[in-house]
């Protein structure tokens, strides 16, 4: 599969709000390298979307925009020059396997991204990633929703959940899913599935993890909440700070109750529990 590295002259509050809007179309993963931020999606997916993403960048008025194609095999090789290790407030350390092991006594998570989201990189994978830690998963089971690289998933297990459903829509983004599962040793305990939220009819869980964004959060609310036991947790993010509202409204307008919100560079989270 080829992608396209759309190349942006954005930073700061722009390059996330930018990053919160292009979240809406079929984006994986996204990149700040200095004064430029780069989103990466499927060259064939891009076809559908393109007229509509370039009235949304005129609208911004972001100028000097650049459309570069990337083919697959060149992935890898882009990531390992790229990616370096992150630590989550020192409890947490995801690496790639070429990096060296976390220090003694720290949480370690080894991802390969390729193109899936959920590198640790972005504040929302750090801002979800912290409230799991905080959880008590001992024995549940839960649901990591728009699964990505299975990033999440895999922190949820390593700290002590029973069993994680990993659910993405892209086949890119299963894969890949598969392959960290696999590196991490945790096959027996996740179960990786291809679908959107209507796979989740006639699954319950004792928490959920849902990184994607504003639209699809508010859109498939329901869903997650019907699928929730009483007393399960929901921790969401993928949204902007001024986004807060929103979520809350619809998360107690299917009956949650907001527990608590944090921010990360201008990023949210929100957690929420069903009474």
């Known amino acids: 599969m080829d992608y396209?590295?759309?190349n942006m002259?954005?930073?700061?509050?722009?390059?996330?709000?930018?990053?919160a809007e292009l979240s809406d179309?079929?984006?994986?993963s996204f990149k700040q390298e200095g004064p430029t931020l780069k989103a990466y999606i499927p060259q064939e997916r891009l076809v559908d979307c393109k007229e509509e993403v370039d009235r949304l960048l005129a609208a911004y008025g972001v100028e000097g925009v650049r459309y570069i194609s990337i083919e697959s095999q060149n992935w890898n090789a882009l990531w390992?020059?790229?990616?370096?290790?992150?630590?989550?407030?020192?409890?947490?350390?995801?690496?790639?396997p070429f990096h060296a092991p976390a220090p003694e006594g720290v949480?370690?998570?080894?991802?390969?991204?390729?193109m899936s989201f959920g590198t640790g990189h972005h504040a929302t994978t750090c801002l979800v990633s912290g409230y799991l830690m905080e959880l008590d998963l001992q024995g549940r089971r839960g649901l990591d929703m728009g699964s990505g690289t299975g990033v999440l998933a895999i922190v949820a297990v390593k700290c002590g959940a029973e069993a994680v459903d990993a659910v993405d829509i892209d086949t890119w983004a299963d894969e890949n899913c598969r392959e960290n599962i696999a590196t991490n040793a945790v096959e027996a305990q996740i179960t990786p599935i291809l679908g959107d939220a209507r796979v989740l009819a006639g699954r319950h869980y004792d928490f959920i993890a849902a990184n994607i964004n504003r639209n699809i959060l508010v859109g498939d609310m329901a869903a997650y909440v019907h699928a929730m036991h009483p007393g399960a947790d929901l921790v969401m993010s993928g949204f902007l700070e001024a986004d807060i509202p929103i979520i809350r409204a619809a998360a107690e307008a299917e009956g949650l109750a907001f527990v608590s919100s944090r921010l990360r560079d201008g990023w949210a989270a929100v957690h929420c529990k069903k009474c």
């Open 9 to 19: 002259p954005l930073e700061g509050e722009r390059a996330e709000i930018m990053t």
């Open 80 to 96: 390992e020059s790229n990616f370096t290790p992150v630590d989550v407030d020192g409890r947490l350390y995801i690496r790639a």
């Open 107 to 114: 949480m370690e998570v080894v991802i390969m991204p390729k």
């Open 25 to 28: 179309y079929p984006f994986e």
């Open 4 to 6: 396209i590295e759309l």
